[in-house]
């Protein structure tokens, strides 16, 4: 995610640190080198003067830009949509912590310095496990080893073998809540309360991996994509005996739209990855240890991740 104040004056062109242009360089490089060669050869192709006006231009390019709205605001709701279920995660790990803490009986307080053979602290930690399996899930990642520090050893074991890690922490937490039923020190009501919180964080996880796993339909994508290259690449010859020496500079900037609201588009249809305009799951993750380790009185925090090149990851 790109954290920054918007530029102003000539800064405002200069800018590239998460702008589109470094994905369309090329496209638009060839773009406005073609309507270059067209205004230098004044619409003659194969010595066949081209005449085109300006009116089929009009006509495609009021659809194609609404359509291209259209799917970008498509693509914005499911990147919405995944803030808000990470921002759905955050809450619930937090109660869950607090749940854990005032609602299932000890002789002692929850402390970080119980280990992980206490049932609290033990279900804290792996909130915080399952915050970043689900970060390494929904980015195709396999870093287990982060996992170890808050898993005990045959369960971090099981780990590798899982396909679904979050599912795996998932049922832990319903063993151990199980136990804790069993063994009376929570009552069944209470019981019922904590459940419903694991069971928000998983329809979470589900939300996210629906949004990773059902793309807008390729069909939809392509004819997007494919109207507005033939209309960048054919709008020097409506242009050029209108524009002249101009040509090259218009076709530049309506190109520079056309394939930016395209790729951006693209980029944010899948807010999961690693791009620098996707959702900081790192960040989300760290805030989350913090909180949740602050809970159980420990003090030596991590820091929380701050932009690097006005990047947030």
């Not at 080198?33 to 006509?59: E, M, N, R, Y």
């Not at 009376?184 to 796993?213: F, N, P, W, Y």
């Not at 392509?222 to 209108?242: E, I, M, N």
């Not at 807010?271 to 805030?287: Q, V």
Request: aromatic letters at 8%.
């Amino acid at each position: 995610m790109i954290l920054r104040e918007r530029p102003s004056g000539l800064r405002l062109f200069l800018v590239l640190r998460g702008s589109v242009l470094p994905r369309i360089r090329l496209t638009l490089f060839v773009n406005v080198l073609f309507a270059s060669l067209v205004t230098l050869c004044h619409g003659v192709l194969f010595d066949q003067k081209v005449t085109l006006t300006t009116i089929p231009f009009t006509l495609i390019g009021l659809p194609l830009a609404i359509f291209l709205g259209f799917r970008n605001n498509a693509a914005y709701d499911r990147y919405w949509e995944g803030r808000k279920l990470w921002g759905e995660l955050v809450h619930r790990c937090r109660s869950l912590s607090r749940q854990c803490q005032s609602l299932i009986g000890a002789a002692a307080p929850a402390s970080a310095a119980l280990g992980l053979d206490d049932v609290r602290v033990r279900m804290i930690y792996r909130a915080i496990a399952y915050a970043h399996a689900l970060r390494q899930h929904l980015r195709d990642l396999r870093r287990h080893e982060e996992l170890q520090a808050l898993l005990r050893p045959d369960e971090w074991r099981g780990v590798g073998g899982s396909a679904n890690v979050p599912d795996y922490l998932m049922l832990h937490m319903g063993r151990d809540l199980r136990l804790c039923l069993e063994e009376k020190r929570l009552d069944g009501c209470l019981g019922a309360a904590i459940d419903a919180t694991l069971s928000q964080m998983a329809a979470a996880a589900v939300g996210c991996e629906r949004i990773k796993t059902t793309p807008i339909p390729f069909s939809y994508s392509l004819l997007l994509h494919r109207t507005a290259y033939l209309y960048c690449f054919l709008l020097p010859f409506g242009l050029v005996d209108a524009l002249g020496f101009m040509t090259p500079f218009v076709v530049g900037i309506v190109a520079y739209t056309f394939f930016g609201l395209d790729a951006l588009g693209d980029e944010i249809e899948e807010p999961f990855g690693l791009d620098s305009n996707d959702l900081p799951l790192d960040a989300m993750c760290r805030t989350i240890e913090i909180n949740l380790r602050e809970s159980l009185g420990e003090s030596a925090l991590p820091a929380p991740l701050r932009a690097v090149d006005y990047c947030l990851s």
